[in-house]
């Protein structure tokens, strides 16, 4: 089995872009995503912070994370995630192109789904520029 | 079903004459999607635990809502 995507991942080659942010601050997803490259990290970090516009998902890192729970084995952000937004699945989950291979949807399933269109992630510009 | 952002990214791709163009053109979109200074200045996130940390807190990476439901 391949490896789970993490949804939160930073911009960076090889990245699958699939969602944007928009004007109301939830995330429109891609039917499919696009794999970005070089070119296009080195275009989105001159304007503003592309993790603060995009959503990317790249190959879960497990241990090499911070958010990897050894105990649960399993992500340990999806959960705080959820606990926090408290917002109920609908019948019906908005079309994503990474669901099937998402670390968050294979551990917290349509819950994670319904919880992830209202986040965004920030990353301190100062790690950007080291 | 319509699918906005996937249109706008379908028409951006047919109005490039390149790849290279259109990863340009792709990173240049902004739909203004935004989150508060505030909450900017307040939240860290992305911290590699294999990188040096520049604040010392046991979460760097925090995730947050873009809009709160007041009735939750």
């Known amino acids: ?19 944007v942010q928009d004007a109301t601050g939830k995330i429109d997803y891609l039917d499919k995503p696009i794999i970005v490259d070089q070119t296009f990290v080195d275009a989105a970090r001159q304007g503003r912070a592309p993790e603060e516009r995009f959503r990317f998902a790249s190959n879960c ?7 990897w729970d050894s105990g649960g084995a399993g992500c340990g952000l999806v959960g705080k995630i959820v606990e926090a937004m408290n917002r109920k ?19 917290e399933g349509a819950q994670a789904c319904a919880n992830c269109d209202e986040v965004v992630r920030n990353v301190r510009r100062q790690e950007l520029a080291q | 079903m319509e699918n906005r ?19 340009k053109k792709l ?20 911290a590699s635990i294999a990188k040096p940390t520049l604040i010392d807190t046991p979460v760097l990476g925090i995730w947050f809502p873009t809009s709160i439901d007041p009735t939750v």
């Open chain 1, 1 to 19: 089995m391949s490896s789970l995507l993490c949804p939160s991942s930073t911009a960076k080659p090889g990245a699958a872009l699939f969602g």
């Open chain 1, 61 to 67: 890192a497990k241990n090499g994370c911070g958010h």
């Open chain 1, 89 to 107: 699945a609908e019948a019906a989950l908005v079309a994503c192109g990474i669901r099937q291979q998402c670390r968050w949807y294979h551990q």
């Open chain 2, 5 to 23: 952002i996937t249109d706008k990214i379908k028409a951006l791709q047919n109005a490039t004459t390149s790849p290279e163009e259109f990863m």
């Open chain 2, 27 to 46: 990173a240049e979109l902004d739909e203004k999607g935004h989150l508060s200074q505030d909450l900017l200045d307040q939240v860290n996130g992305g």
